[in-house]
Nanobody
């Protein structure tokens, strides 16, 4: 079974920074794309940032130039560095990923979510 476990959420003042981590564990042979999503109360889940297996990235317009997604393939971990945080960034953040298993079949999954609250 493949698990994605997020960490790093918390409460921060506007203008502050947080770094989220998402570690993938279990029987995997590779990780393809990974992404960070968020869901605020009463809103739909939205894509925040994504990174391909080759390292290409894309971002939601609302977070460009403030957030940076990166990955450490040796640790099977993806990160989301969030700077200049705004109250509207408050949400539960989820990581999502997909890849292959040693037998050649594919896996995909979501983490459990981590709360980010931006408030003075």
């Amino acid at each position: 079974q493949v698990q994605l476990v997020e960490s790093g959420g918390g409460v921060v003042q506007p203008g502050g920074s947080l770094r989220l981590s998402c570690a993938v564990s279990g029987s995997i042979s590779s990780i393809y794309g990974m992404g960070w999503y968020r869901q605020a109360p009463g809103k739909q889940r939205e894509l925040v940032a994504a990174i391909t297996g080759g390292g290409s990235t894309n971002y939601a317009d609302s977070v460009k130039d403030r957030f940076t997604i990166s990955r450490d393939n040796a640790k099977n971990t993806v990160y989301l560095q969030m700077n200049s945080l705004k109250p509207e960034d408050t949400a539960v953040y989820y990581c999502n990923g997909a890849g292959s298993r040693p037998r050649g079949d594919l896996w995909s999954g979501w983490g459990q979510g981590t709360q980010v609250t931006v408030s003075s």
